[in-house]
């Protein structure tokens, strides 16, 4: 192999790698890379984008990418309060502020006032209840992991309303025994949530 030839093929196997890395998908987290935030949110949206995801950091750059999801880790009480009332208080906060006001939606994976749930005064947990609302409103929720296409009931009864909370839960898919008894409702309500309904062994 000639000079030239290695080139071109080392060339391509570049190019083909970086074609490779922009299709990806990437997901931002709103902090500082942190190695066990790594470990933490990989398993989270591998469900969604493949094991192949690219968790990216607060300032990092995306690649002319656009992220399928902003992640923040934790939300604390001042935080909260602030993003509620339209504002922030630190860099983080303002690029949440940001997204939110651009209409893009942030997933939070803890409000930090839910751990006073047992020893907070009710008005005072309450008021941070309030705040979880407000900001739902705005666009930041709590994160949402993928909920399973399938799900297997071992019930020798399918009721209405075991279809009606599989759908509610995502599935599109309830498998039963094979020797199970489906009532008439429970079929028309799997057919109008656009559900199957299979029997197996």
Known sequence: MDVAELVRTV???????????????CVMV?????AALVE?????VAPFFGDGTDILFAGEDCGGRTPQKY??????????????????ASPLMAE???LLLRG??????EFDYRRYADSAPGPLYDLYVAHEKTLATYGLREFRRKRPDTARLRESLITAGMVE???ADGV?????????????LAAETAEALSMSILKQL
Do not use: H, Q, W
């Open 11 to 25: 060339v391509l196997e570049v190019l083909e790698r970086m074609d490779e890395r922009e299709t990806r998908p």
């Open 30 to 34: 709103l902090a500082a890379r942190d």
């Open 40 to 44: 933490r949110v990989a398993p989270l």
């Open 71 to 88: 992640i923040l880790p934790r939300l604390s009480c001042s935080d909260m309060a602030d993003l509620a009332a339209g504002r922030a």
């Open 96 to 98: 949440t502020l940001d």
């Open 104 to 109: 893009v939606e942030v997933e939070a994976l």
């Open 165 to 167: 909370k599989a759908g």
């Open 172 to 184: 599109r898919t309830l498998v039963v025994p094979a020797a199970a008894n489906v009532t008439p």
